[in-house]
T-cell receptor, first 108, second 117 residues
Framework: EDKVVQSPLSLVVHEGDTVTLNCSYE??????LLWYKQEKKAPTFLFML????IEKKSGRLSSILDKKELFSILNITATQTGDSAIYLCAPNNNDMRFGAGTRLTVKP | GAVVSQHPSWVICKSGTSVKIECRSL??????MFWYRQFPKQSLMLMAT?????????EQGVEKDKFLINHASLTLSTLTVTSAHPEDSSFYICSAKAPSGRTDTQYFGPGTRLTVL
């Protein structure tokens, strides 16, 4: 059975802090790993990772995939209150199951 | 970028009625669409995978006779919640897979908030 585990489930930090969110997975027919940010409505796409060891960056966010150890991390540096959201990861295979998500709260 | 629409964005209905939610991919053809349900403060739970022209594949614990899925074309999938009850009140989100090079990218609709009275 496919498994997706995200940690921590919840995280409270102050503006300016750096956070690392974890996603581990065990799925069949793995093709890529997707990260999403969800605020009030539907998730918005952040990254798609297909190759191990190649960091993807978008502003203060970056992510990397380790296909051997079956995990990915999402880093956010110099956090801002606008980063408060649920961050979801999903291995891309025939099914698209999400992890439980990490609820990040950034305090001023 | 690819766009997926959902309609309606919110609906309130009486217990026992049926509600249909539409999911459309507006600028690409989606051979596969997914339906998720999300309860407050919880993650997206996959309900079913919908493939164009074939029967949907339901996740364990999801009643196929209650949540009817029809993927009639490459741009439209519908979810019908039959005989809705208050416990079906939730946020329903669809997504569509668009081929992107060698791997597929998934795009979400804006979601439908269902409230059953």
């Amino acid at each position: 059975e496919d498994k997706v585990v995200q940690s921590p489930l919840s995280l409270v930090v102050h503006e300016g802090d750096t956070v690392t969110l974890n996603c581990s997975y065990e799925v069949t027919n793995f093709r890529s790993l997707l990260w999403y940010k969800q605020e009030k409505k539907a998730p918005t796409f952040l990254f798609m990772l297909t190759s191990s060891g190649i960091e993807k960056k978008s502003g203060r966010l970056s992510s990397i995939l380790d296909k051997k150890e079956l995990f990915s991390i999402l880093n956010i540096t110099a956090t801002q209150t606008g980063d408060s959201a649920i961050y979801l990861c999903a291995p891309n295979n025939n099914d698209m199951r999400f992890g439980a998500g990490t609820r990040l709260t950034v305090k001023p | 970028g690819a766009v997926v629409s959902q309609h309606p964005s919110w609906v309130i209905c009486k217990s026992g009625t049926s509600v249909k939610i539409e999911c459309r991919s507006l600028d690409f053809q989606a051979t596969t669409m997914f339906w998720y349900r999300q309860f407050p403060k919880q993650s997206l739970m996959l309900m079913a995978t919908s493939n164009e022209g074939s029967k949907a594949t339901y996740e364990q614990g999801v009643e196929k006779d209650k949540f009817l899925i029809n993927h009639a074309s490459l741009t439209l999938s519908t979810l019908t919640v039959t005989s809705a009850h208050p416990e079906d009140s939730s946020f329903y989100i669809c997504s569509a897979k668009a081929p992107s090079g060698r791997t597929d990218t998934q795009y979400f609709g804006p979601g439908t908030r269902l409230t059953v009275l």
